[in-house]
């Protein structure tokens, strides 16, 4: 069965770095589309970075040039850099096969903040910005 499970979380100063992690049971990830999601208590999960089966990337405007969002075979990674204390969350990956979308017509640059649109999601990872 799909496993996705983050790792890299943890308490950073202002102005610092964090790498996250997520390792995805279904190899290789790249042919799936695949996000990183963060939320806090009170509020809606939120899309921080996506990447779809071809490699393109979308971000939310407030991580814009601070973070990145990348993949090999096996895992998907979120490089943040420059945080911020709002960026204190718990920080989860998700992924879904791209002809799922592809059936319903869905286009990943619409879609990919949509927590909805994903079937896999790991179990999250904490991110402490203080």
């Known amino acids: 069965h799909v496993q996705l499970v983050e790792s890299g979380g943890g308490s950073v100063q202002p102005g610092g770095s964090l790498t996250l992690s997520c390792a995805f049971s279904?190899?290789?990830?790249?042919?799936?589309?695949m996000a990183w999601f963060r939320q806090t208590p009170g509020k809606e999960r939120e899309g921080v970075a996506g990447?779809?089966?071809?490699?393109e990337t979308r971000y939310v405007a407030s991580v814009e040039g601070r973070f990145t969002i990348s993949r090999d075979s096996t895992k998907m990674y979120l490089q943040m850099d420059s945080l911020k204390p709002e960026d204190s969350a718990m920080y989860y990956c998700a992924a879904v096969e791209p002809m799922t979308w592809t059936l319903r017509g869905i286009d990943f640059a619409g879609s990919w903040r949509r927590k909805e649109e994903y079937s896999y999601w790991g179990q999250g990872t904490q991110v402490t910005v203080s």
């Open positions: 990447i779809d089966s071809d490699g």
């Open positions: 279904r190899t290789p990830i790249i042919n799936y589309c």
